[in-house]
């Protein structure tokens, strides 16, 4: 019933919990890196790259909940379109407690 969701509805594609890896080097080591992505859709002009979390946004929690996973949505849409070869325009959190969408910069 989120609001994500039924704009993930509408797109040309849509993928739940769609895994990926790929090989990212580290220190000057590469290193594979494996995860899930939790809601992807393509709207035509790139795809959209949302993570599920169930943390509470309660009491000014947001900004500092953002600045915390920000660099693992940055991995996922950096692991995407490595893999696919196509644009990730958007990554946001949807935090399931409130129903709160939130683009990630």
């Keep these: 019933a989120s609001k994500i969701w039924a704009r993930a509805s509408r797109a040309r594609k849509m993928l739940a919990e769609a895994p990926f890896e790929f090989v990212r080097e580290v220190e000057g080591r590469e290193v594979l890196l ?7 859709f393509d709207e035509g002009d790139g795809w959209v790259l949302v993570d599920y979390k169930t943390d509470s946004t309660e009491d000014g929690r947001l ?14 849409a950096e692991a995407w379109q490595q893999a696919s070869g196509e644009k990730v325009k958007e990554i946001g959190l949807n935090f399931t407690g409130s129903g709160l969408y939130t683009i990630v910069d």
């Design 63 to 76: 900004q500092g909940l953002v600045d915390h996973y920000a660099p693992q949505l940055k991995l996922y």
């Design 34 to 40: 494996r995860g899930s992505v939790d809601l992807a």
